[in-house]
């Protein structure tokens, strides 16, 4: 069975940090895109981060810009995000999503086009509050 499941939201105070992590079974991240998204209360889900397959390719949404950092451990199958000064407009519920095998999709179109997203996890709730 097909999963993804996200782990490593909660509660953190304005200019805190978390990792979130995606891990997968039933499919490896190896020649896949891969990305997080997040859907606030009221707006629509969208691209926060994605790592293409081609060059290393990454994207990331000008509001995360020099504070969210995507990256992944094919071996042990699993993808990271790591939010550092964690702004109150951050708390959503956070999503990996992964393309199918083989994708050539980049990074920026991973993000934009949930059409690349063939797969997703359950989400994870992250809070920024004091």
């Known amino acids: 069975q097909l999963q993804l499941v996200e782990s490593g939201g909660g509660l953190v105070q304005p200019g805190g940090s978390l990792r979130l992590s995606c891990s997968a079974s039933?499919?490896?991240?190896?020649?896949?895109?891969i990305g997080w998204f997040r859907q606030a209360p009221g707006k629509e889900r969208e691209g926060v981060s994605c790592?293409?397959?081609?060059?290393?390719?990454?994207y990331y949404v000008e509001s995360v810009k020099g504070r969210f950092t995507i990256s992944r451990d094919n071996a042990k199958n699993t993808v990271y995000l790591q939010m550092n000064s964690l702004k109150p407009e951050a708390t959503a519920v956070y999503y990996c999503?992964?393309?199918?095998?083989?994708?050539?999709?980049?990074?920026?179109?991973?993000?934009?086009?949930?059409?690349?997203?063939?797969?997703w996890g359950q989400g994870t709730q992250v809070t920024v509050s004091s």
């Open positions: 999503a992964a393309s199918r095998q083989g994708s050539t999709a980049p990074a920026q179109d991973m993000c934009r086009s949930r059409r690349e997203s063939n797969y």
């Open positions: 039933g499919l490896t991240f190896n020649y896949r895109a």
């Open positions: 790592s293409g397959t081609i060059g290393g390719s990454t």
